[in-house]
Nanobody, 124 residues
């Protein structure tokens, strides 16, 4: 059973920054690509970013490119999403994901493992 536990969400003003963390088991962190998705109220869940199992390669949604950075430290079994220059349209529940094929714009339907989600709210 793959467990993913997110933390770091909260309320921030537009232009501010937040860092999300996703803790997982040792086995997950060493073999799986991992990523972040988000779901705003009334909208479908969407891809944000993913990172290869070794942390060398990354993909980003166009809407967050140059503002968000995904990274991982396998020795700590943790994946991060550093979010900067936040906008009100970034408001959503952010989900950590694992077990999918590493690719650009991964579909949520291809993700077998999800965290419980963490709320990010950006005020204008």
């Amino acid at each position: 059973q793959v467990q993913l536990v997110e933390s770091g969400g909260g309320l921030v003003q537009a232009g501010g920054s937040l860092r999300l963390s996703c803790a997982t088991s040792e086995r997950t962190s060493s073999i799986y690509a991992m990523g972040w998705f988000r779901q705003a109220p009334g909208k479908e869940r969407e891809f944000v970013a993913d990172i290869s199992w070794n942390g060398i390669s990354t993909y980003y949604a166009n809407s967050v490119k140059d503002r968000f950075t995904i990274s991982r430290v396998n020795a700590k079994n943790t994946v991060y999403l550093q979010m900067s220059s936040l906008k009100p349209e970034d408001t959503a529940v952010y989900y950590c994901a694992a077990g999918f094929s590493f690719r650009s714009n991964q579909s949520p339907s291809g993700v077998p493992y999800w965290g419980q989600g963490t709320q990010v709210t950006v005020s204008s």
